[in-house]
């Protein structure tokens, strides 16, 4: 093997394929599902063979006796967790012992990581970029898995002259959320690129679904928007995508994480890891199979997405990386480090030992 195989084999061993923000004015108040509430198919089978080491951990014994309940948070508007549909419909809860009542939580993070740590939930989904300064306030909740990447961009009116972030500079950028994620990313973003981004752009803030009107109208040259309203945005031609978090090392860093009550890793470690391992192997499934992702996705995406358009979107977000171990305690470190260079956390703040005590590995032996 060479040593460019070796290191691809590396990215791509089980630590790294196994390891909310978006569209809120499109997440519809849901309420609770269940598994039960699905027709049972049993587990569909995921495609190791490109990476054998895989399969050793996805053969992991699943939970005895009567299946495990849990309660498990997401935005059910945001298409990049198509995984947790398809975790249900595709039987991949199921084959761990778990019936899962997915809970559309459209509160503020605090709300949803209080709810977590005093067992309202066993676990969530959510943003890295939006989680990490609220755990700054010790929740009893662990992040242990991330789940992809790509979901965040800055598009721009097509005509328009910018090209990359270092056209920023001087330009007004409209946001659905001054505390959001993809403005804290692109805020990392300028600041690597020489741009202050507290002085050197004008943020201003709009109802998520108006950021594309602003940009229409003038009052902004910039907007930063998620999936599937960015992607929505883009395809009548009137917009250009110019930047995004699959940008240059971003590809290989997940955006999204699971996060898991402490007490429940306490107390059931096998039970927080039958649901980690549940949540990755659907993400890797839907990397492989995205038009059946998109097709258990589709009941909760907006009107004006087409089956072709969810395609093309679970394409576009990296379900095949998700981190775990020490693999997910560098890309929170990572992370870290960067929310200090934008002022997010403090200049003291010990990141290392930030994202040791955030993370735990549910998958050590």
Request: charged residues 20%.
């Amino acid at each position: 093997m060479s040593d460019d195989d070796h290191q691809r084999a590396q990215r791509l061993s089980r630590r790294t394929l196994l390891g909310a923000g978006a569209a809120a004015a499109f997440a519809a108040p849901l309420g609770v599902w269940g598994a039960q509430a699905f027709p049972f198919r049993q587990a569909s089978p995921i495609d190791f063979s490109e990476f054998p080491i895989c399969k050793a951990s996805s053969d992991a014994p699943a939970l005895t006796g009567a299946p495990r309940k849990l309660k498990l948070s997401w935005n059910a508007g945001a298409v990049c967790l198509a995984p947790l549909p398809v975790a249900i419909d595709h039987g991949f809860f199921a084959k761990q012992n778990l019936d899962i009542e997915l809970v559309n939580y459209s509160g503020s993070t605090d709300q949803l990581l209080e709810a977590i740590a005093t067992g309202k939930s066993d676990a969530g989904l959510g943003m890295a970029l939006r989680w990490l300064k609220p755990l700054e306030q010790g929740f009893d909740v662990k992040i242990v898995a991330g789940t992809h990447g790509g979901c965040m961009r800055a598009l721009t009116p097509a005509k328009s002259d910018i090209k990359g972030i270092a056209d920023f500079k001087g330009k007004v950028i409209a946001v659905g959320d001054m505390a959001g994620p993809d403005k804290n990313f692109f805020s990392i973003q300028l600041a690597k690129a020489g741009i202050n981004p507290e002085k050197d752009v004008e943020w201003r803030q709009f109802p998520g679904n108006l950021v594309q009107l602003a940009l229409e109208k003038g009052e902004a040259q910039i907007g930063l928007a998620s999936d599937p309203l960015a992607y929505l945005w883009l395809k009548d031609g009137s917009l250009r995508e110019v930047g995004s978090n699959l940008d240059g090392p971003y590809r290989d860093i997940s955006c999204c994480i699971v996060g898991v009550r402490g007490s429940l890793l306490r107390a059931e470690p096998l039970v927080a890891r039958a649901l980690t391992q549940a949540l990755l192997d659907a993400a890797m499934f839907a990397s492989q199979n995205p038009e059946k992702a998109a097709a258990s996705f589709q009941p909760y995406a907006p009107k004006a997405a087409t089956i072709e358009d969810l395609q093309g979107m679970v394409k576009y977000h990296t379900h095949h990386h998700h981190p775990v171990g020490d693999q997910l305690k560098r890309e929170l470190k990572t992370y870290a480090d960067e929310l200090k260079q934008v002022s997010v956390f403090k200049p003291n703040t010990d990141t290392a030992k930030f994202a040791e005590r955030i993370y735990a590995d549910v998958f050590r032996v």
